[in-house]
């Protein structure tokens, strides 16, 4: 069974910043898809950043960029220019197809000072 | 694009009694997607329907549960004889082909 670990319960920022999470992954697939959300406090899950395990390229969205590590099972997203608004829960999450469920792992609570 | 709707947000009801939760997907998305997210964790799978059909359920999925999604529109998540474990967010998700889930705000369940 696949699994996702995200060992960083909490972290912390000053403004414009760069922050680093970590998530590692479980799974004997080769073909794959990993994700990282983000939950703003009483607010919608919305995707931050898609990754297709076929591409080697890693994934980069404005501020979000992953580094994703294939052999490692390793899957980190870095945020530059840490904002305020980008506090929330952010969760790292697996797929073994496109249109399949997703795997959650336990997220990490993000905060952003000024 | 509306966004997917969840009906309540927030449900409060006394143990034993029975829910009903209610999501409507974007339009035109085909697939439906249910998960469980208890406080500090992330979300878990309940079930999944691709149009009408319900594809897969989680082992989490009682018989107390039970869901639908009549002619591959709206879906519902009912809870028979709520338990104290049953208090959660239940998060619904719709998905077009292979595009990325979107997640609606969630109910959040309540077991006095």
């Known amino acids: 069974a696949q699994t996702v670990t995200q060992s960083q319960p909490e972290m912390s920022v000053q403004e414009a910043e760069t922050v680093t999470l970590s998530c590692t992954y479980d799974?004997?697939?080769?073909?794959?898809?990993l994700f990282w959300y983000k939950q703003p406090p009483s607010r919608q899950m919305i995707l931050v950043i898609r990754?297709?395990?076929?591409?080697?390229q890693n994934a980069t969205e404005n501020r979000f960029s992953v580094n994703f590590q294939k052999a490692a099972k390793s899957f980190s997203l870095k945020i530059s220019d840490s904002q305020l608004g980008d506090t929330a829960m952010y969760f790292c999450?697996?797929?073994?197809?496109?249109?399949?469920?997703?795997?959650f792992g336990k997220g990490t609570t993000l905060s952003v000072s000024s | 694009d509306t966004g997917v709707s969840q009906d309540p947000r927030h449900k409060i009801t006394k143990r034993g009694q029975n829910v009903t939760f209610r999501c409507d997907p974007i339009?035109?998305?085909?697939?439906l997607y249910w998960y469980r997210q208890t406080l500090g964790q992330g979300p878990e799978f309940l079930t999944y329907?691709?149009?009408?059909?319900?594809?897969?359920k989680s082992r989490l999925l009682s018989d107390r549960f039970s869901a639908e999604r009549p002619k591959g529109s709206f879906s519902t998540l009912e809870i028979q004889r709520t338990e104290q474990g049953d208090s959660a967010m239940y998060l619904c998700?719709?998905?077009?082909?292979?595009?990325?889930?979107?997640f609606g705000d969630g109910t959040r369940l309540s077991i006095l």
């Open positions: 999450a697996f797929a073994n197809q496109a249109g399949t469920a997703l795997i």
């Open positions: 799974t004997s697939e080769n073909n794959y898809y």
């Open positions: 990754q297709e395990a076929y591409k080697q």
């Open positions: 339009s035109e998305h085909n697939r």
């Open positions: 329907f691709q149009n009408e059909a319900q594809l897969e």
């Open positions: 998700a719709s998905q077009l082909e292979d595009q990325p889930q979107h």
